[in-house]
């Protein structure tokens, strides 16, 4: 099974990371863009599979 992170990046910098959930990425990076007008905003995405998702969850990065 597929987790995928969406990442809300603000001019390069990763300014928040959503765990499955695309809407609250978009919400945020929506946010981001109305506050800081001309700045670049974009999600990225990370996808892990299910070994690396516990990983992840476990060392809380």
């Known amino acids: 099974m597929k987790h995928y992170?969406?990442?809300v990046?603000?001019?390069g910098w990763m300014m928040g990371a959503?765990?499955?959930n695309?809407?609250?990425a978009e919400?945020?990076?929506a946010r981001y863009a109305s506050k800081y007008?001309?700045?670049k905003?974009?999600?990225k995405l990370n996808v892990y599979d299910e070994m690396e998702y516990r990983y992840f969850k476990e060392v809380g990065c």
Request: net charge negative; with cysteine; hydrophobic share 20%.
């Open 5 to 7: 992170e969406y990442c």
């Open 9 to 11: 990046c603000k001019d």
């Open 18 to 20: 959503y765990m499955d």
């Open 22 to 24: 695309k809407k609250r």
């Open 27 to 29: 919400e945020c990076a």
């Open 37 to 39: 007008p001309g700045s």
């Open 41 to 43: 905003i974009e999600i």
